[in-house]
């Protein structure tokens, strides 16, 4: 019997990827902010407009320094259900491929430094180009856009030709989805929303030169960690090497840990090409026995 979409969806959000949680933050931010607008507009107080902010990044440079943490915290931070559902559908589909062949700690590092990316982008063009002049005092950013767009594009410059099914669309590359989509920001920043455009470009900037440096690894840029931030585990883990007789190291731990979880990962990518039916049975114990711990 194939497990539910239903069944799935519980699945995947009971795992503690830094997918997982990179999702799972983003919602309960905008969930946070939501009701906090509810109650700003009942109450009728301005504390939506403090909220926002003290969270979204300014391209004002002297109230930037004021607030230098907006740097991280507006790639978080999502205007509203149709902007977060976007962005993590994207992240969702452009995440699980990132991971399947460049690792779960590069997507985080991948979706921070392509935030900052994206933001120092940001704050650069409103400050260069006169155009902007005039609402360079209270422009703003705020999405995970710039993130997602460098996950999607560090993924389609390691496997290009890798093909992705699309509506309407069918079978296309990955190269050219990145190509179409960083064509279709630099067209359309004199048309709306300049910031978010041009954002997306910084974005997508890091997710190639992040993809290539890995051919080449002349930059190493220090690593950022989400160590199961909604499920608090015990510092000290124990054990018991099978072979040895003697309890694991942390290195030791997380590493069989890591191999597991891409066993899991690779079985459920089966399933969702070609069913549960089709998996063997060691593949269906080891993954009833991996539930049901």
Known sequence: MNPSPLDQFKYFFRQKTTLVQLIKINIYVWLAVTLISLFSFLFQTPITNKVLAWLELPANTTVLLQRP????????LQQDFF???????????GG??????LGDKKLLQTYIWGGIS?????????NVFPVFAPVLPYAAALGASASVIAILVAIAVVKPDMQVQLILLGN????????????IDLMSID??????????????AYGALMALNLKYNVLKLPDFKLNNIFSPKPKMKYSRNENQGRPLSDDEFNRQKAEKQKRIDEILDKISKTGYDKLT?????????SSNK
Do not use: C, D, R
């Open 69 to 76: 943490w907006t740097v991280f915290t507006y790639m978080f």
């Open 118 to 126: 994206g933001g120092l982008f940001f704050i650069l063009a409103y």
């Open 281 to 289: 049975k060691e593949e269906k114990e080891f993954l009833f026995k």
């Open 191 to 204: 048309k709306s929303n300049p910031g978010g455009h041009i954002a997306h470009i910084g974005g997508a």
């Open 96 to 101: 699980i491929l990132f991971t399947q062949y």
């Open 83 to 93: 902007h977060i559902l976007f962005n993590m559908i994207m992240l969702f589909f």
């Open 172 to 183: 296309v590359k990955l190269k050219y989805i990145a190509i179409g989509l960083v064509a």
